[in-house]
């Protein structure tokens, strides 16, 4: 009796709910179902019809479309969840036919950055008008960051996905993401004032600057918020446990969860209360802090990371004390000074409350409460923000987002390099121009860009057409004219041309080198022949060749270097981003080239087995030390 035949017999002495039982083990996936189900009849049956059993496997490969289905209460319109996961099978099929072409097209790009027409394939994937199922967005969001999130012992193990793949997937979920996000940033600015909380908005950009993150969602953030305020009325139980909020009904306490109160729910003896209690639990049980140099450190513009790390700018703290103390029942408003970003809070909000003295809070200094008077202390900037303290209007939603914006640019271009740096700069400027869509700023940084990574500038040239003429525009208008002359193609899948190895040349594409007492892997070579040499000593003349190594390190820097500052080292990964535009993965003992990169270094995929031949007990030795995959 076979194996099959043995685990097949195993399965079917036991009760049909304990083998759906088994099978609902997240280790097991389709295959192992399948493949369970195609031994016997009996198994075939209890597998084929227990549609509980699919619609658990369903969630489990796609955990989004879980969130999506609870939240949309769609959960019963499926009556097959066999065919629905069918469906969901079908789109990564068609993903990774998309995502397996991209290479052939876009591998002769001079640079890393592609235009967004350069992803317009995969919108009938995604974009229901355009014929998508209702939540394939779900599906591929989940598949590229599985494909992405693949680990480095399962790459050397060769069970990852394509790195090229990879190297694509990263691009192709920014442009999934941010395009999803767009409509979710109209549907945000649709909603009354009074729904359009900060931490909705807030969210939005969190997911913006994060699209390879899955957690990052709206539920997620607001569960962080709720656990503050569940903490806050506990303290708030012991100090004053005769509180009026603990005398009112839940129903109320859900609507100040997703709408902006206009005043203050308590008189202001109980509103004290509760934001003396909200201060304590924030900065000094939790211990959420902020200073001048939080500017310049992206994450603390994305609101997930601080209530995780607990550490913001003036904005994030604020939204998270404003969002909190919204759901006890406490309005404070947020307030734009040129220097400064404070949450006002009064007495009443009601009539004549123009008239009442504004105190603002200082989430920065713990949530002290500042008033005129406190001007002299607030630290760090050259005038007094509030001494003016009646002026200045509350900000709105959209007002404090932009502001976000404006901080998160700084900080992203305190971190400008390689290839990873030119892209957050230009999604950065891309989010700015989707917050202020009249704007000719940000799109005159985007022109900028674009010219500087020799981009297609006619996605520049759409952006113009809906911003009023000005100054800005006119020199944009310039720029693309300068660069009209020299249009680019993409996608054209130029035929590659061979490089053929001279004898001088020792080391080849996808080994790995030390350089400068750093690994770096070899990405690309040039035999320079001088010209008033090649003819007097002949092509084989080795003293006048010059070679040239184009490497990647995990600096994320590509240089070029001569021949002779390179030497082999212990093979390892390298972590750049570029690493999956040129090999499809890491044998453990060099990169392999993918087949574009193939066929322009012919010959060096041969080489590397013969040069590192003596090297490969470093292979052996890093593979017997990996644990297995579970």
């Known amino acids: 009796m076979n194996h099959d035949n043995m ?21 097991l996936g389709f295959s192992d179902v399948i493949n369970l189900g195609s031994t016997c009849k009996n198994l075939h049956k209890i597998i084929d019809n227990d549609n509980i059993l699919w619609r658990t496997k369903c969630f489990q490969r796609w955990p989004s479309l879980k969130d999506i289905y609870t939240n949309e209460k769609s959960e019963s319109y499926v009556a097959n969840w066999k065919e629905h996961v069918k469906i969901c099978l079908d789109i990564r099929i068609q993903l990774f036919h998309q995502l397996s072409s991209m290479s052939s097209r876009y591998y002769k790009e001079m640079n890393d ?59 192709v979920i920014r442009y999934l993401k941010q395009s999803h996000l767009k409509e979710e940033w109209q549907k945000f600015i649709s909603l009354p004032p009074s729904e359009q909380t900060l931490e909705r908005g807030a969210t939005i950009v969190a997911q913006w600057g994060q699209p390879e993150e899955r957690h990052v969602t709206y539920s997620y953030i607001a569960s962080l918020l709720d656990s503050i305020a569940e903490q806050t009325k506990a303290l708030l139980k012991e100090q004053h446990p005769t509180h009026s909020i603990f005398s009112t009904p839940e129903e109320q306490f859900v609507y100040w969860r997703n709408n902006i109160i206009d005043d203050n729910q308590w008189n202001v003896l109980e509103t004290v209360q509760v934001t003396d209690a909200l201060c304590k639990v924030l900065f000094h049980k939790l211990g959420f802090y902020g200073r001048g140099e939080m500017y310049y450190c992206a994450e603390n513009s994305f609101l997930d990371r601080v209530l995780e790390n607990k550490r913001g700018t003036p904005i994030t703290l604020a939204i998270v004390f404003e969002n909190v103390a919204r759901r006890l029942g406490v309005c404070c408003e947020p307030v734009c000074f040129p220097s400064h970003f404070l949450l006002r809070w009064k007495e009443t909000y009601g009539p004549n409350s123009d008239k009442v003295e504004n105190l603002y809070i200082d989430v920065i200094n713990g949530g002290e409460f ?86 297609d500038l006619t996605e520049i040239e759409e952006l113009l057409q809906d911003v009023d003429q000005n100054a800005a525009t006119a ?45 770096y892997v070899i990405i690309g070579w040039k035999v320079v022949i001088p010209a008033d040499k090649g003819t007097l000593y002949g092509l084989d003349t080795l003293i006048y060749y010059n070679i040239k190594y184009s490497i990647l390190g ?77």
């Not at 685990?7 to 280790?27: A, C, G, H, K, Y």
């Not at 008077?373 to 003016?388: A, E, L, R, T, Y």
């Not at 009209?484 to 790995?512: D, F, Q, W």
């Open 7 to 27: 685990s097949s017999d195993t399965m079917n002495s036991l009760p049909s709910e304990i083998i759906v039982r088994i099978l609902e083990d997240e280790q």
């Open 113 to 171: 950055e592609l235009p967004n027409s350069a992803f317009k394939v995969f919108d009938p994937l995604f974009r229901v008008k355009d014929g998508a199922h209702p939540f394939a967005y779900q599906v591929l969001v989940d598949e590229l960051i599985d494909l992405i999130k693949a680990d480095t012992l399962t790459i050397i193990c060769f069970r990852a996905n394509n790195l090229t793949h990879r190297y694509y997937g990263r691009k």
């Open 370 to 455: 500042l008033t005129k008077n406190h001007c002299p202390q607030i630290g760090g900037v050259s005038k007094c923000p509030i001494k003016k303290y009646n002026v200045r209007k509350a900000a709105t939603a959209v007002e404090v987002i932009r502001r976000m914006v404006i901080n998160l640019e700084v900080a992203v271009r305190q971190r400008v390099c390689g290839s990873w740096g030119v892209s957050r700069l230009r999604s950065t400027f891309e989010l700015e121009h989707m917050v202020q869509p009249n704007d000719a700023d940000p799109i005159l940084k985007l022109a900028s860009l674009y010219s500087n990574e020799h981009m």
């Open 475 to 519: 020199l944009i208008s310039w720029n693309l004219n300068e660069h009209s002359c020299c249009p680019h193609r993409y996608g054209m899948m130029e035929k590659i041309k061979p490089n053929k190895r001279r004898p001088a040349l020792k080391y080849a594409v996808g080994m790995i080198m030390k350089y400068q007492g750093q690994a």
């Open 554 to 630: 995990d600096s994320n820097a590509c240089q070029f270097v001569e021949q002779d500052e390179l030497q082999l080292t212990k093979p390892q990964c390298i972590n750049h981003p570029s690493v999956g535009k040129y090999f499809c993965k890491f044998n453990g003992t060099y990169y392999v080239p993918n087949k574009e990169m193939a066929e322009e270094y012919p010959e060096d995929e041969e080489v590397c087995n013969t040069l590192l031949a003596t090297t490969k007990t470093f292979r052996r030795k890093n593979l017997q030390n990996l644990s297995p995959l579970v």
